[in-house]
C-alpha cells in the first residue's frame, strides 16, 4: 500500500522498522524486493551491520536527515512500518529516559532472565504487568533506566516529554493504522510465515550465525531468528519452530495494536480481506481528503479496532 502512494504522490518511503535496519536480515524481516526498492526509493533499510546497534535516538536523526533529502527532491516521505515506539520518537521528541549504561548493561545481561523478571516485578509492577517478558532486551532496558534514575519506567514513559529539537510532528501530519479483523490477520500472518520459512528463512538465519548474529542483543529479538537460532542448535524440530514464531508473531500484533490503539492521532482504516493495495491505498487517500488535519480533529477519525 506504501508503494502505491509513493507512486500516486511522488513519494519516497521511509522504513519503520527496528530490525530491517540491519544488514543480512533480510527474509526474516520481510524487506523490500530490490525491483519495489528500485521502482520506489526506501530509506533506513540496511543502514547498520550485525555489530552494530540501533536505537530510537539514531532513528529520529537518520530519518529527520532522510525527510530533509526527500523534500529538497520534492518528494513526499512516507513512513511505513510497526515499531511504535520509533514512531512515537520523531512525532513527539526523544524522551527524557537516560543513555544506557555499560557497567549496568552488562550486569543485567549477565544476569538470568527469571531474576530479572523478578526485580521487574518488585520495583515497577505496572511495567512488568505491560512489558513483553519474553524479550530480554526490553526487560533488561526497562531495568536499566529504575537503577539509573531510582524511579519506576512505567512513570518515566508516561511522562514523555516533548523535545523540540528533535520532534517532528505538525497538527496536520495525517498518521494512519491498518486495521483487519483477528482471523484475517492470524491466516495473513500464516501464510507470511510458510513463505518465510519456504524462501530460506532457516539458510539465511545459518549463514547469519557465522557473522556474530548470536552476539546482537537486539537483533536477536527480531521474531523467527532466535526460534530458529534455537532449532539449529538442537533445541526443537523444524515443525514445532515453525508453530512456535507463528504464536510468537500473533502475540506481538496484538501488543503492537494496544500500543497503536492508545494513539491519539491515529486515524484507523479497516480493511477487508479482499482488500487489494490499491484499494487500501484510496481508503487512505479518502480518508485524508476527507478529514483534512484529521490527526487534529478526533471527530474524523474512523473507530479503533476491536480487542482480540
Known amino acids: 500500500m506504501a508503494l502505491r502512494l509513493a507512486q500516486r504522490l511522488g513519494g519516497e518511503i521511509i522504513s519503520v522498522d527496528s530490525m530491517q535496519v540491519y544488514r543480512g536480515l533480510d527474509v526474516g524481516t520481510a524487506k523490500p524486493w530490490p525491483a519495489d526498492r528500485q521502482r520506489v526509493p526506501h530509506h533506513l533499510i540496511d543502514v547498520v551491520e550485525l555489530s552494530d546497534t540501533f536505537d530510537a535516538a539514531r532513528f529520529v536523526s537518520l530519518a529527520r536527515q532522510a525527510v530533509n533529502e526527500i523534500q529538497a527532491r520534492g518528494h513526499l516521505p512516507i513512513f511505513c512500518g510497526g ?20 557497567a549496568v548493561r552488562a550486569e543485567l545481561e549477565g544476569t538470568p532472565l527469571p531474576e530479572l523478571l523478578r526485580e521487574l516485578a518488585q520495583r515497577d509492577p505496572v511495567t512488568f504487568g505491560q512489558i513483553d517478558r519474553q524479550n530480554p532486551r526490553r526487560v533488561i532496558r526497562a531495568l536499566e533506566v529504575i537503577r539509573l534514575t531510582g524511579q519506576p519506567f512505567s512513570e518515566q514513559r508516561a511522562t514523555w516529554t516533548q523535545d523540540p529539537s528533535t520532534a517532528n510532528s505538525g497538527p ?3 498518521f494512519f493504522g491498518l486495521s483487519r479483523e483477528t482471523p484475517d490477520l492470524h491466516a495473513r500472518i500464516e ?8 524462501g530460506g528463512l532457516v539458510e539465511e538465519t545459518q549463514r547469519l550465525l557465522a557473522l556474530g548474529l548470536a552476539e546482537n542483543q537486539s537483533a536477536m529479538q527480531a521474531l523467527g531468528y532466535r ?14 519452530t515453525i508453530a512456535l514464531v507463528k504464536a510468537r508473531t500473533r502475540q506481538f500484533a496484538k501488543r503492537q495494536m494496544t500500543w497503536f490503539r492508545h494513539e491519539p492521532r491515529l486515524i484507523w482504516v479497516p480493511l477487508q480481506p479482499e482488500t487489494s493495495p490499491d484499494a487500501a491505498a484510496d481508503l487512505v487517500l479518502a480518508a485524508s481528503s476527507v478529514c ?3 490527526a487534529s480533529t478526533p471527530s474524523c477519525r474512523l473507530p479503533p479496532p476491536e480487542k482480540g
Open 172 to 174: 496536520a501530519t495525517p
Open 83 to 102: 515499531t511504535g515506539l520509533y514512531f512515537k520518537a520523531y512525532l513527539e521528541g526523544l524522551g527524557a529516559t537516560p543513555p544506557p549504561d555499560r
Open 292 to 294: 483534512p488535519g484529521a
Open 191 to 198: 501464510a507470511r510465515l510458510d513463505a518465510m520459512f519456504r
Open 227 to 240: 526460534q530458529v537460532v534455537e532449532h539449529l542448535r538442537g533445541q526443537r524440530a523444524l515443525a514445532e
